[in-house]
């Protein structure tokens, strides 16, 4: 079956960097792409970004671009997502998604918390 | 930038009930690129419509999606216990931000 595990949560200071990695089992890696989701406590979720498993190609969403890297590794099939100048307000939970906009499978999610 | 408005933003029902959401896009969402997810407090959304109209792999029947271009519906004809959460639709059909609406919350009355 398909699925997605995310690594755990973390606690970042601000101006810090985090990386998330999902890894993928249960399907060919590289016939579909990742989409990653965010959705701070309470709020509803926001598209970040996708990125193509084997090709690099990515899109994102304006906001984060210069702060998020989405990138792949083929041999273990996983994603990851870093997210770099973190801020407060990047405090949520970050969800990875197999597709390519809309996802169809999704991992647990990962909090990450931005505190000083 | 597509926003999406969905409505009501709290809807009370009873089990058995029809519940009717609607998802209204700021500009047309070409060729009904559409989805829906249902998410449950403290899981990862569920995908349940694409499309628009076509139900994601294991969803009940119960659950069907319609409309087209800015105006969305999803209509669940009978409502059983386990569909009161918050549902979201999401438009993928122009350039990103594959933006989501603000969800609606269904609760139990």
């Known amino acids: 079956q398909v699925q997605l595990v995310q690594s755990g949560a973390e606690l970042k200071k601000p101006g810090a960097s985090v990386k998330v990695s999902c890894k993928a089992s249960?399907?060919?890696?590289?016939?579909?792409?990742i989409i990653w989701v965010r959705q701070a406590p309470g709020q509803g979720l926001e598209w970040m970004g996708w990125?193509?498993?084997?090709?690099?190609?990515?899109k994102f969403e304006q906001k984060f671009q210069g702060r998020l890297t989405m990138t792949t590794d083929t041999s273990t099939s996983t994603a990851y997502m870093e997210l770099r100048s973190l801020r407060s307000d990047d405090t949520a939970v970050y969800y990875c998604?197999?597709?390519?906009?809309?996802?169809?499978?999704w991992g647990q999610g990962s909090l990450v918390t931005v505190s000083s | 930038e597509i926003v999406l408005t969905q409505s009501p933003g709290t809807l009370s029902l009873s089990p058995g009930e029809r519940a009717t959401l609607s998802c209204r896009a700021s500009?047309?969402?070409?060729?009904?690129?559409l989805a829906w997810y249902q998410q449950k407090p403290g899981q990862a959304p569920r995908l349940l419509i694409l499309?628009?109209?076509s139900r994601a792999a294991g969803v009940p029947d119960r659950f069907s999606g319609s409309g087209s271009g800015t105006d969305f519906t999803l209509t669940i004809s009978r409502l059983e216990p386990e569909d009161f959460a918050v549902y979201y639709c999401?438009?993928?059909?122009?350039?990103?931000?594959?933006?989501f609406g603000q969800g609606t919350k269904l609760e139990i009355k």
């Open positions: 998604a197999r597709g390519g906009a809309a996802g169809d499978y």
């Open positions: 249960g399907y060919t890696f590289t016939d579909y792409g």
């Open positions: 990125t193509s498993a084997n090709y690099g190609n990515t």
């Open positions: 500009q047309s969402v070409g060729s009904s690129y």
């Open positions: 499309g628009g109209s």
């Open positions: 999401q438009q993928y059909g122009s350039s990103p931000p594959y933006t």
